[in-house]
């Protein structure tokens, strides 16, 4: 297939179909993949949205395999308040926390809308979201990709093996706790999460194995939590994902990383391990467990590396059909600041508690409230006077999806 110029007008989008209807829908794909990936400066949302489109054309016009192409919508959109008793001017919480931050205010964590489009062969997704998670998580981010909670496509390579390709924006392949409230078992984040990658942007092959028991993955991305490389970067950053699911009450995942977070002129290699677990003990109570390892070289070609650390538990316990409490305690150290500059010189450590009590008022919408305290040996968080060794927060939220 030749190239195709650059073209964010209708001639190029009729082009593209017109000459894609020629060929193989896996050649096609392959060439959205590649155009997409490796056009790592590309800002104008109407250019994806153009390959966005043909995938959908192309998969309606040519994939046999399933008569009618499932196009579904989801969505969601989490209010909440969040108090600080530290606090007393300012409205934004450490800098380690980028999600549910903003203290005495009303507002939306994150608010997204998400279409998906699937056959037996071929799969895209795309969301849209705005709320202060994503004006935090999403600032590296160029233009109207500060916008774009997800996109991808995919394609399956292997017509009896569930083994698949898919490139873009894609959610992270690392942690227990994700950027949707419904789907975590606490309101908040632990501080693994927050200082851990909630999305990613590459290319992922992926196999799970006909028992379903097994997924394996490995990634060729542009950065840790980026949508775009850093400047003046052209280090390869890779990850791998190995998931274990022998039973609907065990589950396992090891994920890793490997890459650089900074200009070439200045690189220093990282390496990120990340273990959890969740463990369903009864039909009322499920446990979860996680801990992450990092090191960072202290400069470039240097032999030091520093060190970040930490651990989760959370358990969870229905009381009801509809009412459901949860307990977390964890633990993090990052005393060289490689992922949290709070600008102290001893860095950061925190041993911290939650308790959240979550009421399903029907299937559409939860409410959730929890009470977290961190603590560091260090006087690290903002108070009304002076520093101080505890923080105590309150939060409330409520969740609407569909």
């Known amino acids: 297939m030749r190239k195709i110029k650059k073209n964010s007008g209708g001639t190029a989008l009729a082009e593209l179909v017109t000459r ?3 060929v193989r829908p896996t050649k096609v794909i392959l060439f959205f993949v590649r155009y997409i990936y490796f056009q790592p400066r590309m800002n104008k949302l109407i250019t994806f949205l153009a390959l966005f489109l043909c995938s959908c054309l192309i998969v309606a016009a040519q994939d046999t395999a399933t008569t009618t192409p499932l196009l579904t919508w989801s969505g969601a959109a989490e209010t909440y308040y969040s108090y600080d008793f530290n606090r007393e001017v300012g409205n934004d919480y450490p800098a380690f ?3 549910h931050h903003h203290h005495n205010e009303l507002d939306i964590n994150l608010a997204y809308i998400k279409a998906a489009f699937a056959t037996t062969n071929l799969r895209a997704n795309i969301a849209f979201g705005t709320g202060t998670y994503m004006n935090v998580n999403y600032a590296s981010a160029p233009g109207v990709f500060r916008n774009t909670y997800e996109a991808n496509t995919g394609i399956k390579l292997l017509r009896k093996r569930a083994v698949w390709l898919d490139a873009g924006v894609l959610p992270s392949h690392i942690g227990l706790e994700g950027a949707l409230n419904t789907v975590n078992a606490t309101l908040t984040r632990s501080i693994l999460a927050e200082n851990s990658p909630y999305y990613e942007t590459g290319v992922r092959l992926s196999s799970t194995s006909n028992s379903g028991k097994w997924y394996l993955a490995a990634l060729v991305l542009n950065g840790w939590q980026r949508v775009q490389r850093v400047p003046g970067s052209n280090a390869t950053n890779a990850g791998t994902q190995v998931s274990f699911t022998p039973s609907g009450k065990l589950s396992v995942n090891y994920s890793t990383f490997v890459g650089s977070d900074f200009p070439d002129s200045v690189r220093r290699w990282r ?6 677990t969740a463990i369903t003990a009864s039909s009322r109570l499920t446990v979860f467990a996680g801990a992450d390892y990092g090191l960072q070289q202290s400069k470039k070609n240097s032999d030091t590396w520093h060190p970040w650390y930490g651990a989760v538990l959370i358990a969870r316990y229905k009381l009801t059909e509809k009412l459901a409490a949860a ?12 992922i949290v500059n709070i600008g102290h010189p001893d860095g950061l ?9 979550d009421y399903r008022i029907n299937k559409y919408a939860i409410w959730r409230v929890e009470s977290k305290m961190l603590s560091a040996p260090d006087a690290i968080f903002v108070t009304r006077k002076n520093p101080s060794r505890n923080d105590v927060t309150l939060t409330t939220s409520l969740t609407i999806s569909f």
């Open 20 to 22: 894609a209807a020629k």
């Open 349 to 357: 450590a925190a041993v911290g508690g939650s308790l959240n009590v």
């Open 327 to 338: 307990a977390r305690t964890e633990y993090f150290s990052d005393r060289d600041s490689v």
């Open 97 to 99: 926390v980028y999600s």
């Open 271 to 276: 390496h990120f391990h990340n273990l959890y």
